[in-house]
């Protein structure tokens, strides 16, 4: 894209003042611009408004069942068998969302460079590593391990991960990739600069990770190793167990198409979103969309209706991601605080939120499957959430549990 096709664009959406500095900029400051304008969706600026509409709920019910923690005790050996075959035979693959940056910490590096420990070094990704390493040390296989980073942390994951050795796992089965960037926008639609040749982007929301994964080349690589199921997990929680042969074997028992590993809720306030279903098909709905009515909605044991709390672990066919890669999945617009340059080209770091970003949602993904198997899992062994830097779900409650599960920190 050259200068003038740059223009031309930009005027027919009204946001000329990306250009306002063009002039000021290097030769490759100006190609690095110019790439931008022409990779943004301009489909989405469209959706401004209409922000309550473009990612309505249908009619929303308890789930029917689930394989409850009692159920997993009594069939174990058949999940355990089935599941270690699956893995043993290269067709189970596990994909890190590694996109964040820690800054909730207090850092300004990825959230998984975060170092958790307190007599030694523990940082977020060696337990991601380490867990994943279990598996790979009892069946005696390596498992592909994809990972997620996005255009803000990508060089630093990558040279963390190679400066640490990769944790002791082989090189040559962990594939990095890029998440598609979104843009940000003011409350009136117009586009954010966080610098002079620069669009201000974050990353498209943990439902993009798929089509970004295709791009990347790495469905392709993936199906070649002989991939079927790919256990997608986030980078936030160093208790949960990775390509679980119990999980896997679960879902191939019962013949599902997807699966989540879930907890049942602490509290009826708890902020987890909830594994549920929508108009008779799996979905998820956030904490912040629970009616109060539902919130506290009792079934006939007297327990939660809408209990199953989701840890963001699941376990997806890909034969089903690819036949359902042609559906778009639904954009969210959520309001952020997002920082920009202001007339003067000083950065302006906002204490409120100042307009939107879009993003997809894996639960989206989860919709668009026939079915989906609730997993329980023992919530103090699975559910270590580092989201905060103190308090609730944050690095002193995550150090806590993994020193009940026997981690040396």
Known sequence: MDYNNAKEILAKYN????????DELSSDEKQQLLGQIEE???DLLQLIDQPEGVHNKGVITPLD???????????????????????KEGKVAALLLAGGMGTRLGSDK???MYNIGLTKDVFIFEMIVRNTLDVVNDLGVWIPLYVMTSEKNDKDTREF???????GYNKDYVKFFKQEMAPAV?????????????ISTSPNGNG????SFVKAGLLEDAKKRGVEYINLFAVDNVCQRIADPLFVGAMIEHGCRCASKVVPKATP???VGVLCLEDGKPSIVEYYELTEEMRYAKDENDELAYRWGVILNYLFNVEDLEKNLENNLSTHIVKKKIAYIDENAQLVKPETENGFKFETLVLDMIHMMDNCLAYEVVREKEFAPIKNKEGVDSVDTARELLKKNGVEL
């Open 161 to 167: 991960f190679e400066k640490m050795n990769y944790f």
């Open 15 to 22: 946001q000329e003042h990306v250009l306002d500095y063009f």
């Open 65 to 87: 069942n689930a394989v409850s923690i009692k159920d997993i005790e009594a069939h174990k050996e058949v999940y355990r068998a089935t599941g270690e075959k699956a893995i």
């Open 269 to 271: 306030e708890e902020r």
């Open 110 to 112: 990825p959230k998984g």
């Open 186 to 198: 003011s409350f009136d639609g117009k586009l954010y600069m966080e610098g002079k040749n620069r």
């Open 40 to 42: 943004i969706d301009w």
């Open 208 to 211: 993009g990770w798929f089509i």
